[in-house]
């Protein structure tokens, strides 16, 4: 087994922890008719109009876990860099906030991190998964997300930087007029501190 492991590559990509906020309240309050038709509506805004929903790694109640390796990203139609990414959940958590009807949707909380250290593995059979440090560290940077607010990591806003020089665009391009000066935190079980940044979906 530890020679099988030590072969795997790394494989490296953008993981995104995304949370519906109050879903359980709704659940004491409501019927499966009411908190399951707004679980979808959000759930299909989040993944299917940016095609993510093949995506998809995991969820866990109402919080998913998506995780786009570089090579799939560069394969998408458009879109296809960092910064694209962000604009798509950006433009998601904006539409689920601002509908006319409130009613439809609940409001999100995201954290997004670029992995570096995660390896394509699984330990059951039949299924798919990412492991690693940088998986990690993303699920400590949701404890820095409220409803409505993405958090990034620096390393991802470093890559959407570069890309933004790429395509010659403005610093403050898009929603990044939006983002906060960079934070610091000492995650628990993480050696050193992690730098991030927020957004809040206004």
Same mark, same amino acid.
């Given at each position: 087994?530890?020679?099988?492991?030590?072969?795997?590559?790394?494989?490296?990509?953008?993981?995104?922890?995304?949370?519906?906020?109050?879903?359980?309240?709704?659940?004491?309050?409501?019927?499966?008719?009411?908190?399951?038709?707004? %679980? =979808?509506?959000?759930?299909? /805004?989040?993944?299917?109009?940016?095609? $993510?929903?093949?995506?998809?790694?995991? *969820?866990?109640? !109402?919080?998913?876990?998506?995780?786009?390796?570089?090579?799939?990203?560069?394969?998408?139609?458009?879109?296809?860099?960092?910064?694209?990414?962000?604009?798509?959940?950006?433009?998601?958590?904006?539409?689920?906030?601002?509908?006319?009807?409130?009613?439809?949707? %609940? =409001?999100?909380?995201?954290? /997004?991190?670029?992995?570096?250290?995660? $390896?394509?593995?699984?330990?059951?059979? *039949?299924?798919? !998964?990412?492991?690693?440090?940088?998986?990690?560290?993303?699920?400590?940077?949701?404890?820095?997300?409220?409803?409505?607010?993405?958090?990034?990591?620096?390393?991802?806003?470093?890559?959407?930087?570069?890309?933004?020089?790429?395509?010659?665009?403005?610093?403050?391009?898009?929603?990044?007029?939006?983002?906060?000066?960079?934070?610091?935190?000492?995650?628990?079980?993480?050696?050193?501190?992690?730098?991030?940044?927020?957004?809040?979906?206004?």
């Amino acid at each position: 087994m530890t020679h099988a492991l030590e072969g795997i590559p790394r494989c490296p990509g953008t993981c995104f922890f995304m949370d519906i906020n109050r879903s359980t309240d709704i659940k004491y309050s409501g019927g499966l008719g009411d908190w399951g038709r707004k %679980l =979808n509506n959000t759930f299909n /805004i989040l993944l299917y109009t940016n095609h $993510f929903q093949d995506n998809v790694v995991k *969820g866990i109640g !109402d919080e998913i876990m998506l995780y786009i390796p570089d090579d799939e990203l560069l394969k998408k139609s458009s879109n296809n860099h960092y910064f694209g990414l962000l604009e798509d959940i950006f433009a998601s958590l904006f539409i689920i906030k601002n509908h006319a009807d409130s009613e439809l949707f %609940l =409001n999100c909380k995201v954290a /997004i991190h670029y992995c570096a250290e995660v $390896f394509n593995i699984t330990f059951f059979q *039949g299924a798919n !998964d990412y492991y690693g440090s940088d998986i990690d560290l993303t699920a400590r940077l949701m404890t820095k997300s409220i409803e409505n607010r993405i958090v990034v990591s620096e390393t991802f806003f470093n890559k959407v930087q570069l890309d933004l020089s790429r395509l010659g665009l403005p610093e403050d391009e898009g929603c990044l007029d939006k983002v906060s000066d960079k934070c610091s935190e000492h995650f628990k079980g993480v050696p050193t501190p992690t730098d991030y940044r927020i957004i809040d979906v206004k």
